[in-house]
């Protein structure tokens, strides 16, 4: 059994590399592990990296292949990731765009070299499965916008992020509304309470298609958090099935739900759906987090602990997830 093997054993590292944090002048690499993008956003997108946070991108000459639903072969997608990671000079590694592509990698994606010398990976939606990974391997992520869509964020979601990103933190705010990068307030309280442990998840999709296989981290003792784009209400109650059937919502700290994007339809709410099945579990659980794909997608350190705070009726304050930890070390 190999020392990542070891690691690993269980599903979930007792604990997580948090990274380096981001400083204007850091070389940052860009890859397209999934789908292929648009243009346009995409240069918008990097617009952003270089010009508001002055991060020196760099990005690979084949980075708009296509190769049918693909940005390009897994061939070139891999090797992509291989050199972002063994790029000695970069210290983050920001991704294009999610769509699909993902999972077909993770059999060859070896997460040893990340957790020797950490690097900050950002990205969301079918980049959840690489969160999952990493996250199993012991390495902290961070669940947020993708390069094609940081151009039409709205300020408050990129202040938040480079908050996290930089771990330049504004003192806890006078109150329970937590400033950018130390988390989120809002939503609605679904199931009154309090939980702490370590946040991961993301595309429910993406969870529920991972379980059964070697990737997916054990979710006992964590704080889930889910969102998702797309999917009609039959079937996110399917993937929350799947998941129950399978155990792996079994000793769940408490959850958090973010934008369900389009998933309403003639067969009923979204947000019904799952707070019926989610709720059975009784453990905390808050609603309509600002997290998904929104423009404001705000982020989310995966890894690390955070506390969710879910008032009950008459309780002062708003439903909040505070990162007890951050993305960063």
Same mark, same amino acid.
């Given at each position: 059994?190999?020392?990542?093997?070891?690691?690993?054993?269980?599903?979930?590292?007792?604990?997580?590399?948090?990274?380096?944090?981001?400083?204007?002048?850091?070389?940052?690499?860009?890859?397209?592990?999934? &789908? $292929?993008?648009?243009?346009?956003? =995409?240069?918008? @997108?990097?617009?952003?990296?270089?010009?508001?946070w002055g991060l020196r991108t760099r990005v690979r000459d084949d980075v708009t292949a296509r190769t049918g639903y693909l940005a390009g072969d897994d061939r070139r997608r891999l090797a992509e990731w291989d050199e972002a990671v063994a790029d000695d000079q970069a210290t983050a590694i920001f991704c294009a765009r999610g769509g699909y592509g993902v999972m077909r990698?993770?059999?060859?994606?070896?997460? &040893?070299?990340?957790?020797?010398?950490?690097?900050?990976?950002?990205?969301? &939606?079918?980049?959840?499965?690489?969160?999952?990974?990493?996250?199993?391997?012991?390495?902290?992520?961070?669940?947020?916008?993708?390069?094609?869509?940081?151009?039409?964020?709205?300020?408050?979601?990129?202040?938040?992020?480079? $908050?996290?990103?930089?771990?330049?933190?504004?003192?806890? +705010?006078?109150?329970?509304?937590?400033?950018?990068?130390?988390?989120?307030? @809002?939503?609605?309280?679904?199931?009154?309470?309090?939980?702490? !442990?370590?946040?991961? @998840?993301?595309?429910?999709?993406?969870? $529920?298609?991972?379980? !059964?296989?070697?990737?997916?981290?054990?979710? #006992?003792?964590?704080?889930?958090?889910?969102?998702?784009?797309?999917?009609?209400?039959?079937?996110?109650?399917?993937?929350?099935?799947?998941?129950?059937? #399978?155990?792996?919502?079994?000793?769940? #700290?408490?959850?958090? +739900?973010?934008? =369900?994007? !389009?998933?309403? !339809?003639?067969?009923?709410?979204?947000?019904?759906?799952?707070?019926?099945?989610?709720?059975?579990?009784?453990?905390?659980?808050?609603?309509?987090?600002? =997290?998904?794909?929104?423009?404001?997608?705000?982020?989310?350190?995966?890894?690390?602990? $955070?506390?969710?705070?879910?008032?009950?009726?008459?309780?002062?304050?708003?439903?909040?997830?505070?990162?007890?930890?951050?993305?960063?070390?």
């Amino acid at each position: 059994m190999s020392e990542i093997d070891r690691r690993v054993d269980g599903g979930y590292p007792a604990a997580m590399r948090r990274p380096p944090p981001l400083r204007t002048g850091d070389v940052v690499r860009v890859i397209a592990p999934g &789908s $292929a993008f648009d243009l346009p956003a =995409f240069e918008a @997108g990097l617009s952003v990296l270089r010009d508001r946070w002055g991060l020196r991108t760099r990005v690979r000459d084949d980075v708009t292949a296509r190769t049918g639903y693909l940005a390009g072969d897994d061939r070139r997608r891999l090797a992509e990731w291989d050199e972002a990671v063994a790029d000695d000079q970069a210290t983050a590694i920001f991704c294009a765009r999610g769509g699909y592509g993902v999972m077909r990698l993770l059999p060859a994606i070896d997460p &040893s070299p990340l957790l020797d010398r950490p690097k900050l990976v950002v990205g969301f &939606s079918d980049i959840t499965a690489l969160h999952a990974l990493l996250n199993r391997a012991g390495l902290a992520t961070v669940h947020g916008p993708v390069v094609t869509q940081l151009g039409r964020a709205p300020a408050e979601a990129l202040d938040h992020l480079w $908050a996290l990103l930089s771990g330049r933190l504004a003192r806890p +705010l006078a109150g329970d509304v937590p400033p950018p990068g130390r988390g989120l307030s @809002g939503g609605v309280t679904c199931v009154p309470g309090r939980a702490r !442990g370590p946040l991961l @998840g993301g595309s429910l999709t993406l969870l $529920a298609h991972l379980c !059964g296989t070697p990737f997916l981290p054990s979710l #006992a003792g964590a704080i889930l958090a889910l969102e998702d784009v797309g999917e009609r209400p039959y079937r996110l109650d399917r993937y929350l099935t799947q998941l129950r059937l #399978a155990g792996a919502l079994e000793g769940l #700290a408490g959850v958090v +739900l973010g934008q =369900f994007t !389009g998933c309403d !339809g003639g067969d009923g709410s979204a947000d019904e759906v799952v707070r019926d099945l989610l709720g059975q579990l009784g453990v905390p659980m808050v609603a309509g987090f600002p =997290f998904g794909h929104e423009d404001r997608n705000l982020a989310l350190p995966l890894g690390p602990c $955070a506390t969710l705070v879910a008032p009950a009726a008459g309780d002062q304050g708003p439903p909040r997830l505070l990162f007890d930890e951050g993305a960063t070390a």
